[in-house]
């Protein structure tokens, strides 16, 4: 058995969400082969060598791929991707582009966001946003899956000494370009690899009332989320968003502030280890799921708790 | 031009599922069914091109068991003008819609097909992607904005850091984000008049596609309940605790 896991990356650094990847790639068991798929990746290429674990480095370095096209970017995996016995990519929005793309090319069905390896061929996942946890067996001869990070400890960036291998297949179908892209500036810690999270909800009021919420998370070394309403309300741009539409997290710490906790949200955010919820209605439903509740008024909550921590 | 709406009968978004004792799957008796949120948006959108002038018809499609056709109604009460349901009574892989969608393509030839980027229910986010690799077309998926121009379309993305903005060749298929629009609600004169809209029902053998599935659900089960939490008095209280219970901070 091989198994083909796909970089996640910006042509610059390779993303955490590979290290995941990589880790459930170990516990299928076999042998790990990385595809650096991009343009002048060479630095992703070979930070993926030296990960644990990784026995290959497959590079395609072509101006087709520089911003992960699934037009093009899908014919070279699935045409590669014919030798290997599984093909892994992360749940990420690259991830979850591609893969289908690359599932249906190769004409298999595709399992998507697994939280756990139970055998090579037989994978655990959350439906119904995370309200039943189905386990599902795939007797396709290529695996096609793409992987919820939070469900998996992310293998060493080090230790590894893989080949890299050139890769010259260029595939551009030329039915999609590049025009533009917006990304938002953060000197926060990424959403999803945080180990402690602070997210506001329609509560906060307005997107001004949100400098509470970083304050605390700069002096607890946390990032910043928010619910679907906040998001839709204007109050913080849309990648902040914590949910079953949104990014999935499961840090050590998750505050939750002005935040009711409907369905949607706690999709995304109740494999946390400990949640805490601050809200002045007391029957908020996300006082269910929260380890530690406070009934009292944010605006008063916050900023004690930010002098206390 | 022609667009080709997808949509799918699911489970209320605002239904708390149970898991059936049996673990062969979750509690769908008796439960209130709706058209898939992202969907609702798919519609919206495909109106929305007809309203400006870019589109001249909308087709509707469902792939599901005969009750879908209330969501086709539904659809086109808010403006799609005729209606296919692809009926099936089995639970069908993302694989199998897309490449029951695919024969449906073939036979409409639409310039345009918009789906929702996930449904509720299966949460797998794979059938646009599917339909898009099978029918050779670009894909936008998790629109947030859609602007056809000539015979190429724009697609702002709703990605991981930020927004992507591709240009895709048509025809092309788009998949929609929650951020795209906010549907309308249908009137009543409407849902009246949608009763006497076309409605064509097709099945997977007629359209020569093969349902068969790689994927098998072994089992269904509800996920570990979390143990009941304390509140706390004060943020003194909670901030003793956070050190020196949970020793998080």
New interface residues.
């Given amino acids: 058995m091989t198994i083909l896991v796909i970089a996640e990356h910006d042509n610059k650094v390779l993303a955490p969400a590979t290290l995941n990847t990589v880790a459930a790639a170990a516990k299928i068991g076999g042998d790990i082969h990385v595809l650096v798929a991009g343009q002048g990746a060479g630095p992703v290429a070979e930070a993926a060598a030296k990960i644990a674990g990784v026995s290959k480095v497959l590079n395609a370095d072509n101006a087709a791929y520089a ?1 992960q ?3 093009n970017v ?1 014919p070279l995996v699935a045409e590669l991707g014919k030798n290997y016995s599984h093909i892994l990519a992360a749940a ?3 991830g ?10 190769l ?7 697994i939280i756990s390896v139970e055998s090579a061929d ?1 994978f655990k996942r ?15 001869a290529i695996k096609v899956i793409t992987v919820r990070a939070t469900g998996f400890d992310p293998v060493a960036t080090e230790g590894g000494s893989a080949a890299v291998e050139a890769v010259g297949a260029a595939h551009d ?12 500036k953060s000197d926060r810690p990424e959403l ?1 690899a945080a180990k ?1 999270v602070v997210s506001g909800g329609r509560g906060m009021q307005n997107g001004d009332n949100f400098k509470h919420l970083y304050a605390l998370a700069d002096k ?1 070394g946390a990032a910043v989320g928010a619910s ?1 309403a906040a ?2 309300a204007g109050f913080v ?3 902040m968003q914590v949910g ?2 949104g ?1 999935i997290v499961a840090p ?2 998750y505050i939750a502030v002005g935040i009711s906790g409907a ?2 949200h706690l999709a995304g955010m ?1 494999d946390s ?4 919820a601050i809200n002045k209605d ?1 029957e908020a439903p996300i ?1 269910q ?8 008024d944010l605006f008063e ?1 916050v900023p ?2 930010e002098k ?2 | 031009m022609k667009v080709l709406v997808a949509v799918k009968r699911v ?1 209320d ?2 239904v ?2 149970r ?1 059936k004792a049996d673990n062969s799957g ?1 509690d769908l008796a008796n439960v209130k069914m709706s058209m898939n949120p992202f969907c609702e948006i798919a519609v919206e959108e495909a109106v929305r091109l007809k309203e400006k002038g870019v589109a001249t018809e909308i087709v509707v499609v469902s792939i599901g068991p005969t009750t879908a056709q209330e969501q086709l109604r539904t659809a086109l009460a808010l403006g799609a003008d005729r209606a296919i349901l692809v009926e099936s009574a089995e639970d069908l ?3 199998a819609v ?1 490449k029951l969608l695919k024969a449906v393509v073939d036979k409409e030839q639409p310039q345009l097909v918009i789906l929702g ?2 449904a ?15 029918s ?4 936008g ?2 629109a ?1 904005k859609v602007e056809v121009s000539g015979d190429s379309v ?1 697609v702002t ?13 048509l025809p ?1 298929i788009v998949t929609t ?3 795209l629009n906010e549907p309308r609600y249908a009137s009543l004169p409407n849902i009246m008049k949608a009763k006497k809209k076309p409605l064509e029902v097709l099945t997977p053998d007629a359209l020569g596609v093969s349902t068969a ?11 570990a309940a ?1 143990s009941a ?4 008095k ?3 209280e ?2 003793e ?2 050190k020196n219970e ?1 020793k ?2």
């Fill in positions: 911003h096209l699934p037009e899908a990420t929005s690259n979850k582009n591609i893969l289908p793309r690359v599932a249906a090319a004409d298999v069905d595709q399992i998507s966001e037989t959350p439906i119904y946003a995370g309200n039943a946890i189905a386990t599902v067996q795939s007797t396709a179908a030329s039915t999609s370009s590049f025009i533009s892209e917006e990304l938002a999803t402690i607890l679907r998001v839709d741009p849309n990648d079953q539409t990014k050590q710490l369905i949607q109740k280890k400990v949640i805490v007391e006082f799921v929260a380890d530690y509740g406070l009934v009292a909550a004690e708790l206390l921590v | 489970v978004y605002n708390k599922v898991v979750v892989t993302s694989l897309a980027k996930q509720i229910d299966s949460d797998n986010n794979q059938t646009g992607q599917m339909l898009a690799a099978l050779g077309y670009g894909q998926t998790f947030s724009a993305r709703e990605i991981d850091g930020g927004a992507q903005t591709v240009s895709l060749k092309a984000d929650l951020r599935s790689t994927n098998k659900t072994l089992k269904v089960e509800a996920p979390r939490g304390v509140k706390v004060s943020v003194a909670l901030v605790k956070l949970a998080v901070i």
